[in-house]
Every structure is written in structure tokens, then in C-alpha cells.
């Protein structure tokens, strides 16, 4: 599929993971959960089938545990991990390379949704925390809502908002037609928070996407 049939949608190297997100990931992984500190890089790839081969290939490759594989008929999704920062860039090179592909041919992301809500109502907050795979929100706390395409730079936009504010991770969903993240916290926190994630999604840089939803 080096011929222009594959499309890297994503390719995202993490250097540290924060302690929620770790948590998070670890939480619902079917592969080896990742730890705090350690090196990641997600990548997306249409269409989904594919990411089989770039894992074979990354495993391969370097000394990295994945945390999780997603096969969908349209997107494809892969994460691997590691403590040794070179390693997790070589499993990832490694993958996309087999395909012909460089970093720079991943798309560039945008900023599908990015809202604040204040001061969430009691009832809110209780049906959001049936829905949620991560910490609870609480009556009063900020909310923040936040999405993104491609999926996968929803982990990218959690750790660096984690890593500027003192927030809850809530709810993240890295692959699909977009990413979706939720954090709660005071005002002033969640406020630092979005700021930090936008910057995250801002500073990625690749081939040309859509602005808009």
C-alpha cells in the first residue's frame, strides 16, 4: 500500500506519559498497559487492515509493548510504548516506513470541537460519570469538551493538558471519525487546560487537512 492507497492519518510520539493518561490507557487495554514516564507513539492509518502489518513490523523492530491495537474498516489505530525514547522512535519509524511513509506524510489536525462548561449541575454530572471510563466530575467543577480529527492526537491534547494543569481525566476516546477528551477542574485549571491542548494539536505539523468541522 505504498502506492498512495494507505493514508497516515496520525503519527504522534509522546515522551512522557503523564500519570492519568497512563492510567487511563492502561485501564481499557486489551495489549500491556503503559506506566507513567514511559515513551509512546500512536499512529492511524486508513484504511484500518493495515495496521496489522505496521505492527508486526514495529514489534519487530524495537523493544516496545503495544497497549493497544483498533481495527476499524476505515481507520486503524496503534499504540506501542517503552521507557527508552529511542526505541518507541524506531518501532514507529519502522512501521510507517514499511509502507514508504515519513512523519511528515501524516495529516495535519484540526480542532473539531473545544468548549467550556461552568459550574456543571448536579444531575449532569451524575450522567456523565455513568458514561465515563476515568476519574468522576463533580457537581460544581468546569467541564471541559474537546474533539478533534484525525482520532488519534486526542492522546497528545490529554497529556500536555495534564501536564499543564491540575485537572481530572474523565473520558478519552483515541480512534473513530474523531477523538474525544473530558476533563473537569476548577475554572482557572480547565481554562489552562484547553489552552494547552490546543497548542498541543496546533504545534503538530504534516500534509494538508481540513481547518473546519
Do not use: W
Amino acid at each position: 500500500m505504498s502506492d498512495g492507497t494507505l493514508t497516515l492519518r496520525a503519527y504522534c510520539f509522546i515522551d512522557s506519559l503523564q500519570p492519568q493518561l497512563a492510567a487511563f490507557v492502561g485501564l481499557g487495554s486489551r495489549g500491556f498497559p503503559p506506566l507513567k514516564e514511559q515513551a509512546s507513539v500512536y499512529i492511524e492509518v486508513a484504511p484500518g487492515i493495515a495496521i496489522n502489518k505496521m505492527t508486526d513490523v514495529a514489534l519487530k523492530a524495537a523493544n516496545v509493548q503495544p497497549a493497544a491495537q483498533v481495527v476499524e474498516r476505515t481507520f486503524g489505530m496503534l499504540e506501542v510504548h517503552a521507557y527508552d525514547k529511542g526505541e518507541v522512535r524506531v518501532a514507529g519509524e519502522a512501521a510507517i516506513g514499511s509502507f514508504g511513509l515519513v512523519e511528515a506524510d501524516r495529516l495535519t489536525p484540526y480542532v473539531a470541537t473545544c468548549e467550556i462548561i461552568r459550574s456543571v449541575e448536579p444531575m449532569h454530572a451524575q450522567i456523565i460519570n455513568r458514561n465515563r471510563y476515568g476519574h468522576m466530575i463533580l457537581p460544581g467543577q468546569s467541564l471541559f469538551l474537546f474533539e478533534c480529527d484525525p482520532a488519534a492526537y486526542a492522546v497528545l491534547a490529554a497529556n500536555e493538558a495534564e501536564k499543564a494543569a491540575d485537572v481530572s481525566l474523565i473520558d478519552l476516546k483515541p480512534y473513530g471519525a474523531v477523538g474525544r477528551l473530558m476533563m473537569a477542574g476548577s475554572e482557572s485549571e480547565i481554562d489552562s487546560a484547553m489552552k494547552a491542548a490546543i497548542d498541543a494539536i496546533n504545534s503538530i505539523h504534516g500534509r494538508p487537512y481540513r481547518t473546519k468541522a
